[in-house]
């Protein structure tokens, strides 16, 4: 008998555990989350508008940047034909330098001309470098061909008419005389 009452309570221990498994087991099963429609509508709502909404940003910085980089070159474009305006009149200025006989005149008009040329920095114009330079056809228009020694060869000679530049962009190329090689 005492085989049978030891047998009886792995019996009753046995199935308190096989209760105890079995709850876990449903309890487990509770806490799973359960399958809810409207709430998977409205995560899949929510990821398509948070995507539209960045690419609405991205729309947005490349607009902004489109902008800025218009008015930068529109400012760019009013300077230069401002300044392509009164071009003929540095021009005057400096052919009056040269014909100018009288000194006090002629710093008179020296003072005129730095002070348009200080304007014209101002506002990020720059004058062509060109006698003495290697000729470049994207600064300088060849108007005239001088042969000469091998050392000036391609290098500009005499400058015409200056030109000027705001930032990449040439306002009016400079027209010079260039060297070119002695022909036999």
Do not use: W
């Not at 940047?65 to 005057?92: C, F, M, Y």
């Not at 006090?104 to 114009?125: D, N």
């Amino acid at each position: 008998m005492a085989k049978s009452a030891h047998e009886n309570k792995k019996k009753e221990n046995a199935s308190e555990e096989e209760v105890i498994s079995f709850e876990t087991d449903s309890t487990i099963r509770e806490e799973e989350p359960k399958k809810n429609p409207e709430a998977d509508a409205l995560r899949e709502e929510l990821k398509k508008e948070k995507d539209d909404y960045l690419r609405l940003r991205a729309d947005y910085e490349n607009f902004r940047r489109r902008n800025q980089e218009a008015t930068v070159n529109a400012r760019r474009e009013g300077a230069a034909d401002a300044v392509e305006a009164i071009l003929p009149a540095i021009d005057s200025i400096d052919r009056a330098l040269g014909i100018c006989s009288d000194e006090k005149a002629k710093e008179g008009i020296l003072l005129i001309k730095k002070q348009i040329e200080t304007s014209l920095s101002q506002i990020g114009v720059t004058e062509i470098p060109a006698e003495g330079q290697p000729f470049d056809h994207n600064l300088h228009n060849a108007v005239q061909r001088s042969e000469v020694e091998e050392e000036s060869v391609g290098k500009v000679l005499e400058v015409y008419q200056r030109g000027y530049k705001i930032g990449n962009k040439v306002i009016r190329y400079a027209m010079v005389k260039v060297g070119v090689e002695k022909s036999e």
